[in-house]
């Protein structure tokens, strides 16, 4: 296949890369400050078509992500505490300068719900911002001990499993935002990563050293050290993404820290 964005490259490094959950789109982002959706075509050496490009003047991307519908496209930046939500149906860039009652420097890490409901936004110092996905206003806050790197709902949006820098995994019920159990991923010295699989039978935690640990669900809602069904030892600079493939056949885990660091298990 030709690259998906040879219409137009990125002049900075590419943040994210996503197709859009209904139509044969993929979205493009990253440092270069712009956005850009290609369409995307069956055949096999064939230039995707670019739809269009938005530019965020001084807004270097750190994540964009579509909205379960696929209507808008809500991106954050590397250094800002606003974030921009660009909806595709008016074609509007709409900026959202401030969340009432979230007092964070940056926003950067964010999570949108699988029914579309939620956006979870990761703040310092453990703490968790669950936002409704339609007015962006602020529904509850939680916090974790320590800082939490990475946070998966689960397929059915009831719960949340927030991954600490300590390694340790808590689970949010998302309905009463209270934490339903917490336990140490084993061996994690610094969590990085964390997926819930569509069917929602395994937990994967990646880490700081490279391992990824993979559990099943039940076993991480009763115990507090549960054993991983398998530890994936492929890696050997920093896990920064795990994620399951819909059938959850295949796992595929990755680092940014070195080249061609992909792996599918």
């Known amino acids: 296949c030709l690259p998906a ?7 900075g490094k590419l943040a994210t890369v996503q197709f859009h959950p209904s139509a044969q789109v993929v979205m493009t982002a990253g440092h270069d ?52 939500v660009y909806d595709m149906m008016s074609g509007s860039i709409i900026p959202i300068q401030k969340v009432r009652g979230v007092e964070e420097r940056f926003l950067r890490n ?13 703040g ?12 962006k206003e602020l529904v509850s806050t939680m916090k974790v ?18 991954y600490s820098k300590e390694g340790e995994v808590f689970i949010w019920d998302v309905r009463s935002r209270k934490c339903l159990h917490k336990f140490e991923d084993e061996g994690s010295l610094e969590g990085k990563c964390i997926a819930v699989s569509k069917n929602n039978q395994y937990v994967a935690c990646g ?3 490279g391992v990824v640990n993979l559990y099943t669900t039940d076993v991480c809602l009763k115990e507090n050290h ?7 030892m492929n890696l050997v600079t920093s896990a920064t993404c795990v994620t399951f493939n819909p059938t959850t056949e295949i796992l595929a885990v ?12």
């Open 124 to 135: 310092t110092s453990g703490y968790l911002h669950l936002l409704s996905m339609k007015t």
């Open 207 to 209: 880490s700081a050293s």
């Open 33 to 84: 400050r712009s956005v850009s959706l290609f369409q995307v075509k069956n055949f096999v050496l064939c230039y995707n078509p670019r739809i269009q490009s938005i530019y965020l003047e001084s807004f270097p991307v750190y994540k964009a992500c579509f909205s379960v519908d696929g209507e808008q496209v809500i991106a954050t930046g590397t250094h800002h505490k606003m974030f921009f």
């Open 110 to 122: 964010f999570e949108v719900s699988p029914d579309g409901s939620f956006m979870l936004l990761t």
């Open 145 to 162: 001990n320590g800082r939490c790197t990475a946070s998966a709902f689960t397929p059915d949006s009831s719960k949340i499993y927030s």
């Open 254 to 265: 990755a680092s940014r820290e070195t080249d061609e660091a992909v792996k599918l298990v």
């Open 226 to 232: 549960p054993k991983p069904v398998k530890a994936i």
């Open 5 to 11: 964005n040879q219409e137009r490259f990125a002049n």
